[in-house]
């Protein structure tokens, strides 16, 4: 069984020719788990009131066609069978019966205090709807080939409202953060957006953003200025 969330297409979330950005697809995707879990219990607050915080590991979005200003659209989202340490969850945007995107997650669920793991056995969250995970054209996972060589092309600093409850910077966020990096991003539309997050970043914190383009895809490494990884990402686009 899946949950469901209607909501209409803001004009404030969308960018060139009225089109939602990657980031507010994100968003939609985000208000809908966070609705699921308050929903069904235990919710997010719930959670962190018990010392867990969900932190996400990778994400998958794929756009399979535009999605426009004041448009109506149906946003599932359910949990997946899971084990270990990974927490899986799934989510599809639908119009008018056509589905517009889809996206597959995975979480790690950690003690806010101690900072240490939690297997799925160790959480009830058996009142979560759940289905099996989508099948995406591309894995969840992304490997930055070896042999590219990235170019620094920007930095990024924090700012207060990029941030969530936790204090770091919000996953929705970052596409924004890399698209506006991209030369001409008016002229493309995204079609698959992965990022895979190695180390969060909080107000005030910097980043060093690299890149490069290969194969037809864009990956990009953010870096701390501790020298450390903050996320690798790879958008693939078209030609708008």
Known sequence: MKYQENYNVKFHDTVVNEVISASN?????????????KARKPSYEELLSDKKAFILSNIRLEIYNPIYAYEDVEVKTWACPSRGFSFLRSYSIERNGETMAEANTTWALVSTEARRLYKVADVDLSNYDTEEQLTLENPLRIRIPAEAQLSLIGEYTVRYTDTDLNGHMNNTNYPDMLVNCMANPEKIR???????????????????????????????????????????????????
């Open 25 to 37: 697809i994100l968003k939609l995707m985000q208000e809908t788990s966070m609705r699921h879990m």
């Open 190 to 240: 995204i079609k698959s957006i992965a990022i895979s997050f190695l180390s969060d970043i909080k107000r005030g914190e910097s980043v060093k953003i690299y890149t490069v383009k290969t194969d037809g895809k864009h990956y990009f490494r953010s870096i701390k200025e501790d020298g450390s990884t903050n996320i690798e990402a790879e958008i693939i686009t078209e030609a708008l």
